[in-house]
């Protein structure tokens, strides 16, 4: 409790009311990918509604849902009970119409009036809407499934997921990254959803999931890791077998959705490994496990609000209920609880503990401010149920179609060599289609280079494919490519894309905690995506920066040049102090030098070293001859109004821990 209290007082509380006008960004911008990747959400403050208008009533009073809307993918029917042949067409056509908009999932919500009025209908009504629901849905090849069942005016009510099936190269994976503070259960979690078997409450649940020997041997996590957990039509986990565990192709084969899980390490020392992996890997959702007998510690705070800073939806899960006292259970709540009510956050949490509040879920699953909470044991299997029906409903936040026209990029997260096959790089697709033969550009090297690669083969979910598509995790073996010459970091890009390494680059960002000033030659460690080195600050528009300033801000790298590109998302870091921002502009040393972007009073200081006259050109090798449109030069104006969200930041000011 006196964490907290500290971490509300002082000057952390007072950033939290800093003006909206300070160093807006347009928010379509606060992610680490361009912004057409993503769905738009709706908020509260967009639609006018308060706090209690966003949750609603209690389900179990509940008589009236919000008016229909024609998009989406939720339609209302009062009963579908022997519709003639002409009726019927165009119900399928409305179907159809509903799983578009869903990407292969609609609701129905059956029994309910247009207006959102729970008439209800008897038992025979029901039996025979929901036999035509699935006649329906059995001429568009997909299958109905109850979800809830609760009472209207007249009878019943049932919510109905109909879900089409997909063929294999067309399954929906959403990513979703597990954090939270050290011995909290995160892997221990996602081996219980992964295999089926609850643990004995000694670790023997999460053997499956570290990477390590020295993993088993400590229990905690050191190295990012990622295990699947596939759906069916029905909603049915298609990981769990009788005979055996299945493997990642046979999940495949049996699912229409799979939910890809980033085991995130907790501990202190690893924190730079949990901020790559929240960055690189681009998760839909971060899944924040709480130990109700630990509570809320700093590194939770940590993990919350690196959770906050990059706009990633929020699930929280509080863990170990089977071992904790009442007492200590509350106090656990009510802090987690307190912290998302922050004037700062402005968060909705809502604890889920049935079916019905589960159905609250579903309807408030579009929107950012809604935090579901889940309390569970991975030991005795309480509240299991509630949350795998809550995952079976997520759906993808990054729309990756959009970018399949592009060039492809890959980003390197790591390498190795296997004997016999050679070297492999792994990471994830995040634009355009990668075949096997095709020839790429990987880069940069430490002259800022890159070198024209050819891929022998192509691994997805541990099964050989012929090509991978955007928001794929795939590894790629490399035809005569030593290990030597390939770093975390790098990037696979088409040669048609003419890539370009950059020393320098604007950013513009806000400072979430630091303990005194920030001022030129500050040199933080930057993290992008899957780049991670220190830059030095050479260049900025205001004398001095504190907590909670924001700032037009030129860095440039110590050791080597990167690739990096207006637009992208990036945290700084110096032990306990950090920030966020959005890079703005890249430059090479002889642009940043002619560059005159800041106010005169200020130009004399934002000197470049003198280094810098002497490296290398970041330009490719292959970029003068590789065909394909011309690479766009740096802008050079700014908007006034770039650079993270003010708000967004407040969010994490309130959050981060001194």
């Given at each position: 409790?006196?964490?907290?209290?500290?971490?509300?007082?002082?000057?952390l509380?007072?950033?939290?009311?800093?003006?909206?006008?300070?160093?807006?960004?347009?928010?379509?911008?606060?992610?680490?990918?361009?912004?057409?990747h993503?769905?738009?959400?709706?908020t509260?403050?967009?639609?006018g509604?308060?706090?209690?208008?966003?949750?609603g009533?209690s389900?179990?009073?509940?008589?009236?849902?919000?008016q229909?809307?024609?998009?989406?993918?939720?339609?209302?029917?009062?009963?579908?009970?022997?519709?003639?042949?002409?009726?019927?067409?165009?119900?399928?056509?409305?179907?159809?119409?509903?799983?578009?908009?869903?990407d292969?999932?609609?609701?129905y919500?059956?029994?309910v009036?247009?207006?959102?009025?729970?008439?209800?209908l008897?038992?025979?009504?029901?039996?025979?809407?929901l036999?035509t629901?699935t006649a329906?849905?059995?001429?568009?090849?997909?299958?109905?499934?109850?979800?809830?069942?609760?009472?209207?005016?007249?009878?019943?009510?049932?919510?109905?997921?109909?879900?089409?099936m997909?063929?294999?190269?067309?399954?929906?994976?959403?990513?979703?990254?597990?954090?939270g503070?050290?011995?909290?259960g995160?892997?221990?979690?996602?081996?219980?959803?992964?295999?089926g078997?609850?643990?004995?409450?000694?670790?023997?649940?999460?053997?499956n999931?570290?990477?390590?020997?020295?993993?088993?041997?400590?229990?905690?996590?050191?190295?990012?890791?990622?295990q699947?957990?596939?759906?069916?039509?029905?909603?049915?986990v298609?990981?769990?077998?009788?005979?055996?565990?299945?493997?990642?192709?046979?999940?495949?084969?049996?699912?229409?959705?799979?939910?890809?899980?980033?085991?995130?390490?907790?501990?202190e020392?690893?924190?730079?490994?949990?901020?790559?992996g929240?960055?690189?890997?681009?998760?839909?959702?971060?899944?924040?496990?709480?130990?109700?007998?630990?509570?809320?510690?700093?590194m939770?705070?940590?993990h919350l609000?690196?959770a906050?800073?990059?706009?990633i939806?929020?699930?929280?899960?509080?863990?170990?209920?089977?071992m904790?006292?009442?007492?200590?259970?509350?106090?656990?709540?009510?802090?987690i609880?307190?912290?998302?009510?922050?004037?700062?956050?402005?968060?909705?949490?809502?604890?889920v503990?049935?079916?019905?509040?589960?159905?609250?879920?579903?309807?408030?699953i579009?929107n950012?401010?809604?935090?579901?909470?889940?309390?569970?044991s991975?030991?005795?299997?309480?509240g299991?149920?509630?949350?795998r029906?809550?995952?079976?409903?997520?759906?993808?936040?990054?729309?990756?179609?959009?970018?399949?026209?592009?060039?492809?990029?890959?980003?390197?997260?790591?390498?190795?060599?296997v004997?016999?096959?050679?070297?492999?790089?792994?990471?994830?697709?995040t634009?355009?289609?990668?075949?096997?033969?095709?020839?790429?550009?990987?880069?940069p090297?430490?002259?800022?280079?890159?070198?024209?690669?050819?891929?022998k083969?192509?691994?997805?979910?541990?099964?050989?494919?012929?090509?991978?598509?955007?928001g794929?995790?795939?590894?790629l073996?490399l035809?005569?490519?030593?290990?030597?010459?390939?770093?975390?970091?790098?990037v696979?890009?088409?040669?048609?894309?003419r890539?370009?390494?950059?020393?320098?680059?604007?950013?513009r960002?806000?400072?979430?905690?630091?303990?005194?000033?920030?001022?030129?030659?500050y040199q933080?460690v930057?993290?992008?995506?899957?780049?991670?080195?220190?830059?030095?600050?050479?260049?900025?528009d205001?004398?001095?920066?504190?907590?909670?300033?924001t700032?037009?801000?030129?860095?440039?790298?110590?050791?080597?040049?990167?690739?990096?590109?207006?637009?992208?998302?990036?945290?700084f870091?110096?032990g306990?102090?950090?920030?966020?921002?959005?890079?703005?502009?890249?430059?090479?040393?002889?642009?940043?030098r002619?560059?005159?972007?800041?106010?005169?009073?200020?130009?004399?200081?934002?000197?470049?070293?003198?280094?810098?006259?002497?490296?290398?050109?970041?330009?490719?090798p292959?970029?003068?001859?590789?065909?394909?449109?011309?690479?766009p030069q740096?802008?050079?104006?700014?908007?006034?109004g770039a650079g993270p969200?003010t708000?967004?930041?407040?969010?994490?000011s309130?959050?981060?821990?001194?």
């Amino acid at each position: 409790m006196a964490a907290t209290e500290t971490l509300l007082g002082g000057k952390l509380a007072k950033e939290m009311s800093v003006s909206e006008s300070s160093g807006k960004l347009d928010e379509k911008t606060t992610r680490c990918v361009p912004t057409s990747h993503y769905v738009p959400r709706t908020t509260t403050e967009s639609s006018g509604c308060s706090d209690t208008t966003f949750l609603g009533d209690s389900i179990e009073s509940l008589q009236h849902l919000e008016q229909e809307v024609e998009e989406g993918n939720v339609e209302y029917k009062l009963m579908l009970v022997n519709p003639s042949p002409e009726r019927l067409v165009r119900l399928i056509s409305q179907l159809k119409w509903r799983l578009s908009e869903g990407d292969g999932e609609a609701i129905y919500e059956l029994g309910v009036e247009d207006n959102g009025y729970l008439y209800g209908l008897t038992d025979e009504q029901m039996s025979a809407s929901l036999a035509t629901l699935t006649a329906m849905a059995k001429d568009l090849q997909a299958e109905a499934s109850i979800l809830t069942t609760r009472h209207g005016k007249h009878g019943k009510v049932c919510q109905v997921l109909v879900r089409q099936m997909r063929d294999a190269d067309k399954i929906r994976n959403i990513r979703v990254a597990v954090c939270g503070n050290v011995d909290s259960g995160k892997s221990t979690l996602i081996g219980v959803l992964t295999t089926g078997e609850l643990d004995n409450g000694r670790g023997r649940a999460r053997v499956n999931v570290f990477v390590h020997k020295h993993e088993v041997e400590c229990g905690r996590t050191s190295a990012v890791s990622e295990q699947i957990v596939g759906f069916d039509t029905k909603g049915n986990v298609t990981n769990y077998t009788f005979l055996h565990g299945s493997t990642w192709s046979e999940i495949a084969d049996r699912s229409c959705k799979i939910l890809s899980f980033f085991d995130l390490a907790g501990h202190e020392k690893y924190l730079k490994t949990t901020i790559g992996g929240m960055t690189g890997h681009l998760p839909d959702y971060c899944m924040l496990l709480i130990g109700a007998n630990m509570g809320v510690t700093r590194m939770t705070k940590e993990h919350l609000g690196l959770a906050l800073a990059l706009r990633i939806p929020l699930i929280v899960v509080i863990t170990k209920i089977d071992m904790c006292p009442e007492h200590v259970y509350k106090e656990t709540v009510a802090t987690i609880t307190r912290l998302l009510k922050l004037r700062g956050v402005r968060k909705l949490p809502f604890l889920v503990k049935d079916e019905d509040n589960l159905a609250t879920c579903l309807k408030n699953i579009e929107n950012d401010r809604f935090v579901p909470m889940f309390e569970l044991s991975s030991v005795t299997g309480d509240g299991l149920d509630l949350l795998r029906k809550h995952l079976n409903f997520l759906t993808p936040r990054i729309q990756w179609s959009e970018s399949e026209d592009e060039y492809g990029e890959l980003l390197i997260d790591s390498n190795f060599f296997v004997t016999g096959v050679g070297t492999v790089v792994a990471g994830t697709v995040t634009a355009g289609i990668i075949e096997t033969g095709q020839k790429m550009l990987m880069g940069p090297d430490g002259n800022g280079r890159f070198r024209m690669v050819q891929i022998k083969s192509i691994h997805k979910r541990r099964q050989p494919v012929k090509s991978v598509a955007p928001g794929d995790s795939a590894g790629l073996c490399l035809k005569k490519v030593k290990r030597s010459m390939i770093r975390k970091g790098m990037v696979l890009v088409h040669p048609d894309a003419r890539p370009t390494a950059s020393w320098s680059f604007k950013a513009r960002i806000r400072v979430l905690y630091h303990s005194t000033t920030i001022q030129l030659k500050y040199q933080p460690v930057i993290q992008c995506l899957t780049m991670r080195q220190t830059a030095e600050i050479v260049a900025m528009d205001r004398e001095v920066l504190r907590t909670g300033d924001t700032a037009l801000v030129s860095f440039r790298f110590v050791y080597r040049p990167e690739f990096i590109k207006p637009g992208m998302r990036l945290v700084f870091r110096e032990g306990r102090c950090k920030g966020i921002g959005i890079v703005d502009s890249c430059y090479t040393d002889k642009e940043l030098r002619e560059e005159t972007l800041f106010p005169r009073r200020l130009a004399t200081r934002a000197t470049v070293p003198s280094a810098a006259s002497t490296e290398p050109s970041c330009s490719s090798p292959h970029a003068a001859a590789a065909p394909g449109p011309a690479a766009p030069q740096p802008s050079k104006t700014i908007a006034s109004g770039a650079g993270p969200s003010t708000t967004n930041s407040r969010q994490v000011s309130a959050i981060a821990s001194r």
